[in-house]
């Protein structure tokens, strides 16, 4: 008897199983929504230096009132790009010239110009605050919290990717601690602090008085967020049978899907960056409070020898799911029984070393680390910088969201006809194509651009639910969280060096995208040579996972005898 034989037994697809992904997939959305909340945020509107004339109330009396604001600016700033006021450069005195209707605006160049020096005056029309603008008052608990003016913009215009890019180092930071703590502390533990650590930071980041400070926020928030994530899906794996594995796991990557809509409504309904991050901020609270319900995965328990505790769990699993009688039969001889192979085996410690122990787990942990590098890379690299796309974000955005729903959904029906290994290598390689078809299309085919971007992020969508599910199943029990870790710190990685990636277009505009096209294609092709996993048990030890390879030799050689006599 092995742990899916007592999995069998307690339920490993009924009310428990339903309730824990409930509970489990829901704060996953306000993970999205944290990740992609600075496309918002962060954006940067219009913005001119401040002039007197224009923008200081005691001035407009010495100004002809005859004169409208469209004279005082073109008096004041400089015409810029696309012959819009300049957004870094004013002039230094008043070009009354520029008012004869025989000097013609291009003789500005000749006139001294300097920066914004007072600072810069920002179009509200569509958030009335941004990080990169003054932000508004926030009134809470009866004290007023001033959010201080950053002005990420001309000089400091390279804060804004720095932030992006401290946030997703620190996704990076998270992979590599969480995943080992949660082997050695268990998965519960580790998701309730990342739950605790997710709001009070989150929280915290709404008040942040100074730019560095939002910046170490945002850090620390991604490493929880990591921690979240992680675990939310080790738990669902680890608890649920081997046929509804697939069913479970689609719904925690729809929860990304989900929460990428949801950031978009929220942020169409509040356009001040305080407030949307209190709003994303609140439901963490909770997700901490009812944490402490959810029971530690009794596989980790078992595997690493608390018995007891192990069998707490099952029997209160078996109680939920309407088998309490069958719980009750359980006992520690039994667990002994089913797990003596598995405790056995566990004696030898287990470290990230332990994923190149043998040529099957190098093959394995190579492999699938540059799938989820892939995804990182190459999703993060696209969807950072929504405002690039176009104008208007919430469209584009929602977009993402919406599509990236069918292609999940279609990935579960997708995984039990295809398998594991060739969805895959089939979801990163289309994704690639799609986005290298981008480089041929034209730049005035704006609408086809977006369609070919889109296609390409659904389809890494794919990529994602299956990447989820096919790590967890190709490493034991032992090594699951160290593998899951070291897969996140290589999307991580990825994603940190996705948007640096676009720098590259400042010399050649199609390079971007050739690198991010061609890099899934590759992996794609790599994560070919991959074992396939439909319907088998989740390997508890590495001796399993060499039984499995044995045993796939043998039928192999089985049916290659078998077909050789029959051609004879």
Not at 480 to 492: D, N, T, W, Y
Not at 540 to 558: G, M, R
């Amino acid at each position: 008897m092995a742990f899916s034989e007592l999995l069998d037994i307690v339920g490993g697809l009924g009310r428990f199983q339903a309730l824990q992904t409930v509970a489990l997939v829901a704060p996953i959305l306000w993970v999205t929504s944290h990740s992609m909340i600075e496309n918002f945020s962060a954006t940067v509107p219009s913005h001119r230096c401040w002039v007197s004339l224009l923008d200081n109330n005691t001035a407009q009396v010495s100004v002809p009132k005859v004169l409208d604001p469209g004279t005082l600016l073109t008096i004041s700033i400089p015409p810029g790009p696309n012959n819009e006021p300049h957004r870094c450069r004013r002039f230094r005195q008043p070009q009354w010239q520029l008012l004869n209707t025989n000097t013609t605006a291009t003789n500005w160049s000749e006139a001294a110009t300097e920066p914004c020096l007072d600072g810069w005056v920002y179009d509200h029309s569509t958030f009335t605050s941004t990080i990169v603008t003054k932000g508004s008052p926030i009134l809470m608990s009866s004290v007023l919290l001033l959010s201080h003016q950053w002005d990420l913009v001309c000089d400091s215009q390279a804060l804004k990717p720095m932030a992006q890019f401290i946030y997703l180092a620190g996704m990076l930071v998270g992979a590599a601690v969480y995943g080992p703590a949660s082997d050695r502390f268990g998965r519960k533990l580790v998701l309730t602090w990342s739950y605790l650590q997710m709001a009070v930071l989150s929280t915290a980041t709404a008040f942040a008085p100074t730019f560095p400070v939002y910046c170490l926020l945002r850090f620390l928030l991604a490493c929880a967020l990591v921690g979240v994530m992680m675990n939310t899906a080790t738990l669902l794996i680890e608890w649920t049978s081997a046929q509804a594995r697939v069913l479970v796991m689609t719904l925690n990557a729809l929860g990304f899907s989900f929460g990428q809509v949801l950031v978009t409504a929220v942020a169409y309904g509040v356009r001040d960056w305080n407030l949307l991050q209190l709003l994303i901020s609140a439901p963490s609270f909770l997700c901490f409070v009812y944490s402490w319900w959810l029971p530690e995965s009794a596989r980790w328990l078992l595997t690493t020898g608390r018995l007891e505790r192990g069998l707490h769990e099952l029997q209160r699993v078996a109680a939920i799911n309407g088998k309490r009688t069958a719980g009750d039969t359980l006992t520690i001889d039994v667990l002994l029984s089913a797990m003596q192979e598995d405790l056995s085996m566990n004696q030898a410690p287990s470290s990230l070393g332990s994923l190149l122990h043998t040529p099957e787990l190098r093959l394995r942990t190579c492999l699938s680390t540059l799938c989820w590098f892939a995804f990182g890379f190459t999703f993060y690299g696209l969807v950072m910088d929504m405002q690039g796309l176009g104008s208007n974000i919430f469209l584009l955005q929602g977009l993402v969201g919406v599509v990236d729903i069918p292609a999940k959904i279609g990935s579960l029906l997708l995984l039990g006809c295809l398998g594991r290994r060739p969805l895959q290598a089939l979801s990163l390689m289309l994704s690639g194509l799609c986005i290298l078809g981008n480089v041929l299309v034209p730049h005035e085919l704006g609408a086809l651009r977006s369609a070919l971007a889109i296609l390409g992020l659904g389809c890494m969508g794919t990529a994602f639910t299956c990447i989820t599910i096919y790590c967890g199943e190709l490493f034991p029990t032992v090594l699951r969280m160290r593998a899951v870790g070291l897969g996140q710190m290589a999307a991580r990685g990825g994603s940190c060096l996705g948007p640096l990636v676009r720098l590259l277009g400042t010399h050649r505009p199609a390079l971007p995208l050739l690198i991010y096209g061609t890099v899934p294609v590759l992996i794609g092709l790599a994560a070919l040579l991959l074992p396939e996993t439909r319907n088998l048990p989740l390997p508890d030890t590495i001796e399993d996972l060499q039984n499995q390879a044995v045993k796939k030799a043998t039928q192999s050689s089985q049916g290659h005898t078998v077909l050789h006599s029959t051609r004879l």
